[in-house]
């Protein structure tokens, strides 16, 4: 009996060489290594993958968006020699079971190096797994997905979006269940309503992945077109606001350079804050894995591969991202000169509440910016002297002069719009009429946008009202450098209140911005961290969950308490010999209105 005991500690212990320990631990709950908390940065929760392709271990070639054209799709990352993932095989049969009738198809992984195809057969034969069973030779299904350990569950809506991530119950004893994770989300899924967990720490084995790819094995059709089409396509297409197409290998390899330089850099995809500070909606975020997978391939001449088709675009011109909205408003106006106002004078006859915009562009390419505001004084954001992209927001403007207006669902390329929860909204008041400000750029014939705004509301009665509190930091007095000192900005809550997204000045090209919450109870809560760098990019990013801050809890904008952040004060513009205005506007509902179940 000792022996056998022995014997499965050390296969536990196997899967984990090559990992960074740190991220997992042996709570006393499972006796079994779990991860200290769900590791979703490379693959964040609500990461829309454009298209997944895989072999089966029968021959059979499958694509998520098929699938998915079904009905959801679960990943669920398997291995032969975990134990506690063996414990699952009778659990999974009976979801494939309960589920397959409602067009859910379940793919199990085997992804760990350990795993040869012969050994994930015989294990097979035993099993008797009715569903499709993938052998992960290279590790590029784990990698693309996220997968860390097994088992681990990966469920993906019909949209291609990624809805759970985590652990497929809460106790690998059956007996013990008190939580069914996986089936949970499924359900809530099948019956469009929010899932309830998003994301669990998943326990059992780690993945032990091969190694990747040298230099001279790193190629477009396997390496690289996935990356594009994942994080690029959404602007880099024909029809798309961008500036160049991406969409194939000759595309790519024009443009090989400038793709490596600018992804090396972190400016593209452009996602500005820094990891650990909130975690967002729809990251931009190559992971270090891939920045190094493109580098090797243009280092080694960027090698096309087997030849494959144009990668798919993300989505056609006449779909809308969030769903069919509830009100459009379609302008077919006629322009040449830098910009224009459209003023929008219907309205309801009562207060609606706006959940999301969404937007589409019959001329992308001839477009600078719009914004959509709710109220009176409006003003026009100028982008002629911003460096990097062309930015296209949707929002409301955050310098209107309505009390009760606020910054919302800005949309920069590249960046989807956010819906948010049903019950949460901001307040588009009675009688008030809507501006449509759009820049254009400069042209010597006369076009027509093509443009349509789809607005979304909400259907709850009592809605709860997105407000705004700003944090502005400005520069008094003197100081060593410039003979200025700065005065740091803070505000404190009055009442329990849920953050749902924070909006930073684009003077953060110019000075860091980091902002803390510090608790009665004093704990600090990492907000906001965004590096100063002269790619000037502005976005409302949205929590991926909402932040619950109790009464007497207070922001500080660069109130952090390291060493380093006392270097960051100096917020002066050193070329103008002037200060920089960084503000910040946070987006809450009060707790109380809110139902955050």
């Known amino acids: ?35 200290k908390s769900p ?78 195809v012969d050994d994930v057969k015989a294990y097979l034969a035993r099993a008797e797994y009715p569903f499709l069973i993938v052998k992960d030779t290279d590790g590029s299904l ?24 985590g652990s497929i119950d809460d106790n690998r004893y059956e007996t013990r269940i ?26 059992g084995c780690t993945i032990h992945l091969p190694d990747l790819p040298t230099e001279k094995q790193t190629t477009y059709s396997e390496h690289i077109a996935p990356i594009l089409q994942k994080n690029c396509l959404t602007c880099h297409h024909q029809n798309g606001i961008a500036s160049i ?42 992971t270090d894995t891939e920045i190094e997978m493109i580098t090797n391939w243009v280092k080694t001449g960027t090698p096309e591969g087997t030849k494959i088709k144009d990668s798919p675009t993300a989505q056609s011109s006449g779909a809308w991202a969030l769903g069919k909205p509830d009100w459009v408003i379609d302008s077919h106006e006629e322009y040449r000169n830098f910009y224009s106002s459209i003023v929008i004078t219907d309205n309801f006859g009562k207060d609606i509440y706006v959940r999301g915009i969404d937007f589409q562009l019959g001329k992308n390419k001839m477009v600078r910016g719009v914004t959509a505001a709710f109220g009176a004084k409006m003003f026009t954001m100028r982008t002629d002297s911003l460096d990097g992209p062309d930015v296209i927001s949707i929002g409301i403007s955050p310098r209107i002069s309505e009390s009760n207006s606020y910054a919302h669902g800005v ?28 820049e254009y750029h400069d042209t010597d014939h006369r076009e027509h946008n093509g443009l349509r705004v789809g607005f979304y509301f909400s259907k709850t009665p009592k809605t709860a009202q997105l407000r705004r509190t700003t944090l502005t930091n400005r520069a008094v007095g003197k100081t060593k450098s410039l003979n200025q000192s700065i005065a740091i900005s803070s505000y404190q809550f009055k009442s329990d209140v849920y953050v749902f997204a924070v909006y930073p000045s684009i003077n953060t090209y110019k000075q860091d911005m980091r902002i803390v ?33 109790p009464a007497g809890s207070r922001l500080e904008l660069n109130g952090m308490e390291d060493s380093e ?22 987006l809450y509902v009060l707790a109380s209105e809110y139902n955050a179940d």
């Open 245 to 286: 197409v991406l969409t194939n290998y000759d595309n790519a390899k024009a443009h090989a350079a400038k793709i490596a330089e600018y992804t090396q850099a972190r400016l593209m995809p452009p996602w500005k804050p820094v990891r650990g500070y909130g975690e967002f909606k729809n990251e931009r975020r190559l």
């Open 565 to 586: 952040n006392q270097n960051n004060l100096d917020i002066l513009d050193q070329n103008n010999k002037k200060a920089v205005n960084l503000t910040c506007h946070f």
């Open 142 to 165: 784990a990698r693309h997905i996220g997968a860390t350990m097994t088992p681990q569950a990966h469920l993906i809506d019909t949209s291609g979006v990624l809805r759970y991530r």
């Open 1 to 35: 009996m000792t022996h056998k005991i022995a014997i499965i500690l050390f296969i536990l212990a196997l899967p984990i060489v090559g990992h960074t320990q740190e991220n997992y631990t042996i709570p006393k709950k499972h006796r079994v290594i779990q991860e």
């Open 517 to 549: 919450a510090k608790t009665p109870t004093g704990e600090h809560i990492k907000m906001l961290w965004i590096k100063a760098s002269h790619f000037k990019w502005q976005d409302i990013y949205y929590y991926r969950d909402p932040i619950f801050l």
């Open 39 to 116: 590791q979703s940065n490379s693959v964040p929760l609500g990461s829309k993958f454009p298209d997944i392709t895989f072999t089966t271990l029968q021959g059979n070639t499958q694509t998520l968006s098929l699938l998915s054209q079904q009905g959801p799709v679960v990943f669920v990352f398997l291995s032969t020699e975990c134990p506690v993932a063996q414990r699952y095989a009778m659990r999974l049969k009976r979801m494939h079971t309960e589920f397959s009738n409602k067009h859910v198809t379940f793919v199990g992984v085997y992804s760990n190096e350990n795993d040869s």
């Open 178 to 203: 008190k939580h069914r994770y996986l089936k949970d989300a499924l359900v809530a899924l099948l019956n469009a309503k929010p899932v309830p967990v998003k994301e669990t720490a998943a326990f």
């Open 411 to 438: 949309c920069t390329p590249g960046f989807a719009p956010v819906l948010l929860p049903e019950g949460v909204g901001y307040l588009l008041p009675k009688e008030k009429h809507i501006v449509l400000n759009v």
